[in-house]
Structures are given as structure tokens and as C-alpha cells.
């Protein structure tokens, strides 16, 4: 347990450190490929998916919970009722997460203005980014399940590897399609999010302890217990959410 919980820490720090070093190399980067306005759509549309993540209502945190308890008591059973509720849900949230955006490809002018008409394939990067949204909520069952059980050195190793190739892609594409910035970036995020999807299901579906996804292992008292854990987590979010906007008009 000892080392587990090692190499969980020093991984963890290490994507940290990752993460702001490519971030501060990186956004010049942006910003000079883009250009103010179009970087500036970007980060607005990457928020929107950020708080679009409110959407799993805490059931991403209870599962984690879930897992661990389940896991911990080798209850093969109630650990594939807990990760099979769980795909069901985000498969939906899924579903209305990409119609969201597919919807916003049509009438992009709702998030990006009167500068719609001046900005090049605009559906195009919506409907990517649909298309992205559509894996990254069933991603988070996989990574959930990971994380309770303990294999958090794995998530944090692809995610560091991940990191590293997104930011070589975007640099080595953006140089080679000037003009394109947003269609780059929107074609790199999903091929990121699919390889990340890949792995993570893979590594789940490898490790035969953790019983497969099934549609017949969803029940209600399942739901029940999910919702009512992840319904608490999902109320501290938003009150978190709220305090951090508020901050901005007081200042």
C-alpha cells in the first residue's frame, strides 16, 4: 500500500508541475497562432466545457466512493451495478452535451457574437467539440473506477504523456496551418480525449477483477445511493462555483 500510495503522490506532482510548465510555454504559443480573438473564443468555449462538467451532479465524486467501498469489500456484484448505473448516466449526459454544441454550430453566434461571420469554420470546431464532449463524460466512469481503485499512477502517466503530445501536436500543426488555428486545436482535443478513452477503458477491461459494464446490472437502489451521495458533492460545486463568479464584481 505504501508504494502505491508513493508513486500515486509523485505522479500526481509531477503532472502538476507538467501542466504549469505547459501551460506557461504554451499560451505565447496560442496566442500568437490564434490571435487575440480567436484565442479569446477558445478559452470562452473551453469554460463553457468546464461547466458543462456540472452536468454529472456529483455522480462522477460517488463513484469514486462507490468503487472504493465496493472494491474494498471484494463485492464483485455491487462494483459492476455502481460502474454500469454510472456509464448509463453519463451516456445520457453525453448525449445532451453533444446535442448542446451541435445545436451551437448552427446558431454560433450565441457564444461567439457579432464576430461569427469573421471567423472561419465555426461550425465546424462546435460540432468537434461535440464530438469530444460525447467521450469525455463516459471517460469519467473509467477514470472514476481507476482512481477507486487506487491506480492513480496510471491515470497521472497517460495524462503526463498526453499532456506532453497534445502540446507537440498543436505547436508542430499550428506552425503547418496558419489560418486553421481553431479547427487544429479543435481536431487535436478529441484525438487526445479518444486515445485517453482507449487506455483507460482498456485498462479496466485488462484487469479481470473489475466485472464488465452490463445494461442488466442497472437497478434503482443503485441509482438511489449514487444520486443521493453525488447530489450533496454536486451542491458544494455549484456554491463553490457561485462564490468563485462573485468574486470578480466585489473586486
Not at 456484484?77 to 453533444?98: H, M, R, Y
Not at 478529441?190 to 484487469?207: C, S
Not at 438511489?224 to 473586486?251: C, Y
Request: charged share 10%.
Amino acid at each position: 500500500m505504501s508504494k502505491k500510495l508513493l508513486l500515486n503522490s509523485l505522479s500526481g506532482t509531477t503532472l502538476y508541475v507538467a501542466n504549469v510548465a505547459v501551460a506557461f510555454v504554451m499560451s505565447p504559443v496560442y496566442i500568437r497562432a490564434l490571435g487575440n480573438r480567436d484565442y479569446g473564443l477558445w478559452e470562452l468555449v473551453m469554460s463553457v466545457i468546464g461547466y458543462m462538467g456540472l452536468l454529472d451532479l456529483g455522480v462522477g465524486t460517488a463513484l469514486v466512493r462507490f468503487v472504493a467501498v465496493a472494491d474494498g469489500k471484494a463485492n464483485r456484484e455491487d462494483l459492476q451495478k455502481t460502474i454500469s448505473t454510472a456509464f448509463v448516466f453519463f451516456s445520457i449526459v453525453a448525449g445532451i452535451a453533444s446535442l448542446l454544441f451541435f445545436l451551437l454550430s448552427n446558431k454560433p453566434e450565441l457564444i461567439a457574437g457579432k464576430e461569427t461571420s469573421k471567423i472561419a469554420n465555426l461550425s465546424i470546431v462546435f460540432i468537434l467539440l461535440g464530438i469530444n464532449a460525447c467521450m469525455l463524460f463516459p471517460l469519467q466512469v473509467f477514470t472514476a473506477t481507476l482512481m477507486g481503485i487506487q491506480r492513480h499512477y496510471y491515470i497521472n502517466c497517460v495524462r503526463l504523456v498526453l499532456l506532453v503530445l497534445n502540446a507537440f501536436l498543436n505547436y508542430f500543426l499550428l506552425q503547418h496551418y496558419i489560418g486553421y488555428g481553431l479547427v487544429v486545436m479543435a481536431i487535436v482535443t478529441p484525438t487526445i480525449t479518444l486515445v485517453q478513452f482507449i487506455l483507460f477503458a482498456g485498462a479496466i477491461w485488462l484487469d479481470k477483477t473489475i466485472p464488465p459494464i452490463s445494461l442488466k446490472a442497472v437497478t434503482r437502489n443503485k441509482v438511489t445511493e449514487i444520486f443521493s451521495f453525488g447530489g450533496k458533492t454536486a451542491i458544494l460545486m455549484v456554491a463553490s462555483r457561485l462564490q468563485n463568479l462573485s468574486v470578480v464584481p466585489i473586486i
